[in-house]
């Protein structure tokens, strides 16, 4: 939605609209937070930055590579006995 708005905005267009969805999204968040708080969450929430920057991949083992084989050279039939 602020992305919306931001656009509008850039684009010189009216953007009371998404701007006003926008503060009752924020104005609804920030309720349930406060009820949160009031049900006993004493969590500190962390921020969107904090989150960004948590690596919540999970760990994958690179998968083993193949095994070098040695090259085997070519030799004509017979030759061991021309020697």
Excluded: H, Y
Excluded at 18 to 33: C, D, F, N, Y
Excluded at 51 to 56: A, P, V
Excluded at 57 to 62: C, E, L, S
């Amino acid at each position: 939605m602020e992305a919306t708005t931001r656009d509008q905005i850039r684009q010189d267009q009216d953007c009371t609209a998404s701007a006003s969805q926008t503060m009752a999204m924020r104005k609804e968040l920030a309720g349930l937070v406060r009820q949160w708080g009031i049900l006993g969450g004493g969590d500190r929430l962390p921020t969107i930055t904090e989150r960004l920057r948590k690596n919540s991949r999970p760990f994958v083992r690179p998968k083993p590579g193949p095994e070098k084989v040695q090259k085997r050279r070519l030799v004509a039939r017979g030759a061991d006995r021309l020697r």
